[in-house]
């Protein structure tokens, strides 16, 4: 019993120091742009390290950047995915890491951004205007079309937002 309760306690302080982390009183949503300019071409010659330490050389032509505010603990991170597959994660509109998705991922990434047809979605692409209690919101740029829109996702921007690397570094 001693034992379940110790656990408790320390689940409780790991969530307690993630909710009070993700209220720093950061920089706003509008804020989340890149260090460098995500511009649709050129290059860098920049390297940046992966979160695994591999140099990557990021191709700075920008295939899709995503940005999601919100939720329970009122997070503001976002993610670039350059169209190389390198990509950078972002918080409260600063850089946190870079890394590089797989082949297959950058495939599933491409395949879902095309299904979407972003050159046919209205720029707010929230049609129900429903709203979840502690939702995110989401704004989208691919392709030279920007797209907002809020849980419940609508299924093709869904699958988008399914398709990308995790906002935040995942545990190793």
């Known amino acids: ?59 700075t032509r920008t295939l899709v950047t995503v940005t999601r505010t919100g939720g329970f603990a009122g997070v503001d991170e976002g993610v670039i995915v350059h169209e190389d597959g390198s990509f950078t994660r972002l918080r409260r509109g600063r850089e946190t890491d870079t890394d ?17 047809d972003f050159g046919r979605l209205p720029a707010d692409s929230n049609p129900t205007r429903s709203t979840v209690a502690d939702g995110f919101s989401y704004r989208i740029t691919h392709g030279g079309h920007e797209v907002t829109t809020a849980d419940p996702v609508p299924p093709a921007l869904s699958r988008v937002i399914a398709s990308l690397p995790p906002f935040t570094r995942p545990a190793t």
């Open 1 to 59: 019993m001693k034992a379940l309760g110790t656990r408790l306690t320390a689940a409780v302080v790991v969530l307690a120091a993630a909710t009070l982390t993700a209220c720093d009183g950061g920089t706003p949503t509008a804020a989340l742009t890149p260090s460098a300019p995500a511009a649709s071409t050129g290059t860098t010659a920049t390297t940046a390290p992966t979160s695994t330490g591999t140099p990557v050389t990021p191709d």
């Open 100 to 116: 590089r998705m797989t082949p297959a991922a950058l495939d599933g990434l491409r395949t879902a951004l095309e299904q979407a």
